[in-house]
């Protein structure tokens, strides 16, 4: 309830602090902005349930721009660029789950080997994405935005895995442990933790890769700085969103509320001529404040 008041609070604000903001154009643009940060956000939910964190997310989506603007056909380069986020995922859940490597390590560690092959790939922005992506991206149908249409599907999509599915509720309940300090709670019960976590990676990452496509078509090219902390904001997405990053509770539409909310603070930020630097800064320290609220009230204060 708090982060859609937030977001009606910041709307309103901004709807009498600058005309532009209740222009059309503007709404459009900011139903596109959001997309992307909505996407990950929601990827990024999968691992925060179970009490991890995926650092590897915002080199990907910069991949998967640099593989989709290749000279190559979108029947080519859209089906490897989920591959690789399948390999990604396996490699991340298998690394945290069969070596005890830290999420945090783990993921950072890969958002190193990616971003390296993806500047190897492209070094600069530039090349041309193919026209399926970008007519998927872009205009209307029935006069509704297509960036509307890729909300809507990937939000059933999370819905139905999350609290539609055995493998969401057993994601649940392995988060619930984590959080009470009992990691191995849900495999005393027969819940298959490892291979849990290991899907939920494998999520968080086709829906990096999603996002990446979505990006593709709107920048119409790609460009290796594209994704650049798209993590920090995913991460602040879930958590402004209401689900613990200590795992174990979650939200999927205060999730994307959580989403909304940023891509309204970044819109208005952006309306009103604020340097992006400062917007950087404001982004930390609501993870920050965020973070501490839900520190205060795990431990009773």
Same mark, same amino acid.
């Given at each position: 309830? &708090?982060?859609?008041?937030?977001?009606?609070?910041?709307?309103?604000?901004?709807?009498?602090? =600058?005309?532009?903001?209740? /222009?059309?154009?503007?709404?459009?643009?900011?139903?596109?902005?959001?997309?992307?940060?909505?996407?990950?956000?929601?990827?990024?939910?999968?691992?925060?349930?179970?009490?991890?964190?995926?650092?590897?997310?915002?080199?990907?989506?910069? @991949?998967? =721009?640099?593989?989709?603007? &290749?000279?190559?056909?979108?029947?080519?380069?859209?089906?490897?660029?989920? +591959?690789?986020?399948?390999?990604? /995922?396996?490699?991340?859940?298998?690394? *945290?789950?069969?070596?005890?490597?830290?999420?945090?390590?783990?993921?950072?560690?890969?958002?190193?080997?990616?971003?390296?092959?993806?500047?190897?790939?492209?070094?600069?922005?530039?090349?041309?994405?193919?026209?399926?992506? *970008?007519?998927?991206?872009?205009?209307? @149908?029935?006069?509704?935005?297509?960036?509307?249409?890729?909300?809507?599907?990937?939000?059933?999509?999370?819905?139905?895995?999350?609290? /539609?599915?055995?493998?969401?509720?057993?994601?649940?309940?392995?988060?619930?442990?984590?959080?009470?300090?009992?990691?191995?709670?849900?495999? $005393?019960?027969?819940?298959?933790?490892?291979?849990?976590?290991?899907?939920?990676?494998?999520?968080?990452?086709?829906?990096?890769?999603?996002?990446?496509? @979505?990006?593709?078509?709107?920048?119409?090219?790609?460009?290796?700085?594209? /994704?650049?902390?798209?993590?920090?904001?995913?991460? =602040?997405?879930?958590?402004?969103?209401?689900?613990?990053?200590?795992?174990?509770?979650?939200?999927?539409?205060? =999730?994307?509320?959580?989403?909304?909310?940023?891509? +309204?603070?970044? $819109?208005?930020?952006?309306?009103?001529?604020?340097?992006?630097? *400062?917007?950087?800064?404001?982004?930390?320290?609501?993870?920050?404040?965020?973070?501490?609220?839900?520190?205060?009230?795990?431990?009773?204060?």
């Amino acid at each position: 309830m &708090l982060p859609l008041l937030i977001a009606i609070a910041i709307s309103i604000y901004l709807g009498l602090r =600058t005309d532009q903001f209740l /222009g059309s154009e503007n709404l459009f643009n900011l139903i596109a902005q959001a997309m992307p940060l909505v996407i990950t956000a929601i990827g990024q939910m999968f691992v925060v349930v179970v009490g991890g964190l995926d650092l590897s997310v915002g080199s990907l989506i910069s @991949f998967t =721009t640099a593989i989709l603007a &290749l000279d190559a056909p979108g029947y080519v380069t859209i089906p490897a660029v989920f +591959l690789f986020a399948v390999l990604v /995922g396996l490699s991340n859940g298998l690394v *945290i789950t069969r070596l005890n490597v830290h999420p945090i390590i783990a993921t950072l560690a890969m958002q190193y080997v990616i971003l390296g092959i993806t500047r190897i790939l492209r070094p600069v922005s530039g090349g041309t994405v193919p026209d399926i992506v *970008i007519q998927s991206v872009g205009g209307t @149908f029935l006069g509704v935005p297509m960036p509307v249409f890729w909300g809507v599907a990937v939000v059933l999509v999370a819905w139905k895995l999350l609290h /539609g599915s055995r493998f969401g509720l057993h994601l649940f309940a392995i988060g619930g442990g984590v959080a009470n300090g009992t990691p191995d709670a849900a495999r $005393n019960f027969g819940v298959p933790d490892r291979r849990n976590i290991l899907l939920a990676y494998v999520a968080c990452s086709c829906f990096a890769a999603l996002a990446g496509v @979505f990006l593709a078509g709107r920048i119409v090219s790609g460009d290796p700085n594209v /994704g650049l902390l798209f993590e920090l904001d995913a991460i =602040t997405a879930v958590a402004v969103g209401g689900t613990q990053l200590s795992g174990g509770i979650g939200s999927l539409q205060g =999730t994307v509320i959580g989403a909304l909310v940023l891509a +309204l603070l970044s $819109n208005g930020m952006n309306l009103t001529n604020v340097s992006p630097f *400062i917007q950087t800064a404001i982004k930390g320290g609501l993870l920050l404040l965020v973070v501490g609220l839900q520190t205060r009230k795990k431990i009773g204060l």
